[in-house]
């Protein structure tokens, strides 16, 4: 049985806690940065999926003064998942549009499910609003945008370089690396897996995948919460025994990690 894979040794655990130590970031840079650890590591491409919890609602909206015309929008849903941008504003900052913007969020904004928060909402706020309304529109535009990358899977690749090293066959990495410009196919092959670590064969889902190609695939998560998949790609013949159990480990420090940096975020 593949899945019966031996143990990591106290050496790889050290490498991996050692190199996810560096990925202090914001928990929204964190999966793609810990991606590029995981290619680095194993030789092989590797991707990140974040999943999407549609019944999730906004939490909090922050509005944080960085320069005279300068702001870090930053976004926080009820499931943990954070965005910031920073933005441009073109008034000055100053005590009353933080007042304002604060509140027209809080009436408008903060407990609404992401689906619900669309396009024709924000033009119905705005036109309630008034001159308010005209004077906010980039920033609630802005707000708006980044809620909707919210709602989104996002799928990241790193180490693409590293596709031609692992197959014998020139032509098999090349329509591997064909399918990764194809993000809907690897997101439809990643969302599949409802174990916590799986090993997708090319041959069972086709879609492109090559039957000389493989996917392990582990979850990383925050409490009983998913966050998110991290994996990677290559030939058939890897070593299963060594990946699954490094990999499975690497999502599970990674999940640590994301969970106390969405907590540092919330106090």
């Given at each position: 049985?593949?899945?019966?894979?031996?143990?990591?040794?106290?050496?790889?655990?050290?490498?991996?806690d050692?190199?996810?130590?560096t990925?202090s970031?914001?928990p929204?840079?964190m999966?793609?940065?810990?991606?590029?650890?995981?290619?680095?590591?194993?030789?092989?491409?590797?991707?990140t999926?974040?999943?999407?919890?549609?019944?999730?609602?906004?939490?909090?909206?922050?509005?944080?003064?960085?320069?005279?015309?300068?702001?870090l929008?930053?976004i926080?849903?009820?499931?943990?998942?954070?965005?910031?941008?920073?933005?441009?504003?073109d008034?000055?900052?100053?005590?009353?549009?933080?007042?304002?913007?604060?509140?027209?969020?809080?009436?408008?904004?903060?407990?609404?499910?992401?689906q619900?928060?669309?396009?024709?909402?924000?033009q119905?706020?705005?036109a309630?609003?008034?001159?308010y309304?005209?004077?906010?529109?980039?920033?609630?535009?802005?707000t708006?945008?980044?809620?909707?990358e919210?709602?989104?899977?996002?799928?990241e690749?790193?180490g693409?370089s590293?596709?031609?090293?692992?197959?014998?066959?020139?032509?098999?990495?090349?329509?591997l690396g064909e399918?990764i410009?194809?993000?809907e196919?690897?997101?439809?092959?990643?969302?599949?897996?409802s174990s916590p670590?799986?090993?997708v064969?090319?041959?069972?889902?086709?879609?492109?995948f090559?039957?000389s190609?493989s996917?392990?695939?582990?979850?990383?998560?925050?409490?009983?919460?998913e966050?998110?998949?991290?994996?990677v790609?290559?030939p058939?013949?890897?070593?299963?025994?060594?990946l699954?159990?490094?990999i499975?480990?690497?999502?599970?420090?990674?999940?640590?990690l994301m969970?106390?940096a969405l907590?540092?975020?919330?106090?």
């Amino acid at each position: 049985d593949i899945m019966n894979s031996k143990t990591l040794s106290p050496e790889i655990k050290l490498a991996i806690d050692s190199t996810l130590e560096t990925v202090s970031h914001t928990p929204e840079q964190m999966p793609g940065r810990a991606c590029q650890i995981l290619a680095d590591l194993t030789g092989l491409p590797s991707f990140t999926l974040t999943v999407t919890n549609y019944d999730a609602k906004i939490k909090r909206v922050r509005l944080i003064p960085m320069g005279k015309k300068t702001l870090l929008l930053a976004i926080i849903s009820t499931d943990g998942v954070t965005k910031s941008r920073i933005v441009l504003s073109d008034c000055d900052v100053n005590e009353e549009l933080l007042s304002v913007f604060s509140n027209i969020c809080k009436v408008f904004i903060v407990g609404h499910k992401l689906q619900e928060l669309s396009t024709a909402y924000l033009q119905t706020i705005v036109a309630r609003l008034g001159d308010y309304g005209l004077m906010l529109m980039p920033l609630l535009s802005t707000t708006f945008d980044v809620i909707g990358e919210m709602a989104e899977p996002r799928l990241e690749f790193k180490g693409e370089s590293n596709l031609l090293s692992g197959y014998r066959r020139e032509s098999d990495a090349l329509r591997l690396g064909e399918l990764i410009k194809q993000k809907e196919a690897i997101i439809a092959l990643a969302s599949r897996m409802s174990s916590p670590i799986a090993v997708v064969f090319g041959d069972d889902y086709g879609r492109g995948f090559s039957g000389s190609s493989s996917m392990v695939v582990a979850k990383y998560r925050t409490g009983d919460r998913e966050l998110g998949r991290i994996g990677v790609i290559g030939p058939t013949r890897i070593s299963y025994e060594q990946l699954i159990p490094s990999i499975e480990y690497f999502a599970d420090r990674l999940g640590k990690l994301m969970t106390k940096a969405l907590r540092d975020m919330e106090d």
